[in-house]
């Protein structure tokens, strides 16, 4: 989607933020508490796996030995609180001249030092005669370098690193052609925070953090039960919706509603019209009937965004579609990284 971002001065790496066809790679996405990632050999998905985020090196190294990645094309896919996304008019500008432009403008859009962060941009659309629609993305070069500083200790070679944000666009937008047509929102519920992307007709409109994450419903849940942290995620999974912990549970996703709505709302006016629909991924979309409560709340219709097969992935023969299932509510941003 992106390209030509900054390059170390060593250029060992590429820190493009585009998305390349390779018939043999793996896509990682690195998680505040997990490590998910997909291999594709032969342009075929040949394996998975989701590891604990305790240790970067450690957990590369572990993969190395016994998931057997190759060494090279690794694409990365991030989410963190020094990564930014941004979206704003700009004048039109001569190609050759827009990067050094939106360079001089960087202290204007984002909380950081211009020296301090990569960037990369794409145009969306053109606004006005005069003005365009700009897709920023920004990553502090101190998060970015010591990611890469654990990838190439284990000998890997990046060929692209994303942002998570535009990963999952990817997946949305490449789901249905139907979706390029209306207005929705990507809701990410991550383990420590969650991000939402609202798109007009198959387009961004604005990213955002917010603060609710599927640790606050594991937290509850553990309290409740008085059950370990590990056992509440497999409660979460299960819960029934006649039962007193889904009760608490909703009400506190209903207190999250009140923070999307606000959201729903600037989109509204700005825009003069209203979102169609609530997409929903992370490992809490895997909990029984999240998405009622979601409509209920938010007078919206919701569904998981889930990638399969409809989402032009091909699976190999070793692929395990039984454990798949199991995992998929995770794996949404990693697919959207393959797309």
């Known amino acids: 989607m992106l390209k030509n971002i900054q390059k170390k001065a060593s250029e060992l790496v590429e820190k493009g933020l585009v998305k390349r066809s390779a018939e043999t790679f793996t896509a990682i996405n690195i998680g505040n508490y997990f490590i998910k990632g997909i291999i594709v050999k032969k342009g075929k998905i040949a394996d998975y796996f989701i590891e604990a985020n305790k240790d970067l090196p450690e957990v590369i190294g572990k993969l190395k030995s016994y998931k057997k990645i190759p060494t090279k094309k690794i694409k990365i896919s991030l989410k963190s609180p020094d990564c930014l996304v941004r979206y704003f008019s700009f004048p039109k500008t001569e190609k050759r001249k827009l990067r050094q432009a939106l360079y ?14 990569y960037f990369d941009y794409t145009i969306l659309k053109e606004i006005t ?44 937008l490449d789901k249905d052609p139907e979706n390029k047509k209306m207005n929705s929102c990507i809701l990410d519920i991550g383990h420590s925070f969650s991000t939402m992307n609202i798109l007009e ?8 953090e917010v603060k609710f994450s599927t640790k606050d419903l594991i937290e509850i849940t553990t309290r409740v039960k008085s059950i370990s942290e590990k056992e509440a995620v497999s409660v979460l999974s299960k819960v029934d919706k006649k039962s007193d912990l889904f009760t608490i549970l909703e009400e506190n996703i209903s207190d999250w509603c009140k923070e999307i709505k606000n959201s729903f709302d600037f989109f509204e006016l700005n825009k003069g019209k209203s979102l169609d629909k609530l997409y929903i991924t992370g490992g809490l979309a895997a909990v029984p009937n999240i998405t ?5 709340n938010l007078e919206i219709d919701s569904e998981i965004l889930v990638p399969d097969e409809s989402n032009n992935l091909s699976f190999s023969d070793s692929f395990s579609k039984k454990n798949y299932r199991e995992y998929k509510h995770n794996l949404a941003v990693t697919f959207g990284l393959l797309l």
């Open 129 to 172: 005669p005069s003005q365009n629609q700009i897709l920023l993305a920004v990553a502090k070069k101190k998060h970015i370098d010591s990611i890469l500083e654990s990838f190439e200790k284990k000998g890997f070679s990046i060929s692209e690193i994303t942002l998570d944000s535009i990963s999952l666009i990817n997946l949305y």
């Open 292 to 296: 009622s409560i979601f409509s209920d």
């Open 201 to 208: 007709e198959g387009l961004p409109f604005f990213s955002r």
């Open 104 to 117: 001089y403008q960087l202290n204007k859009l984002i909380p950081y030092r211009p020296d301090e962060v």
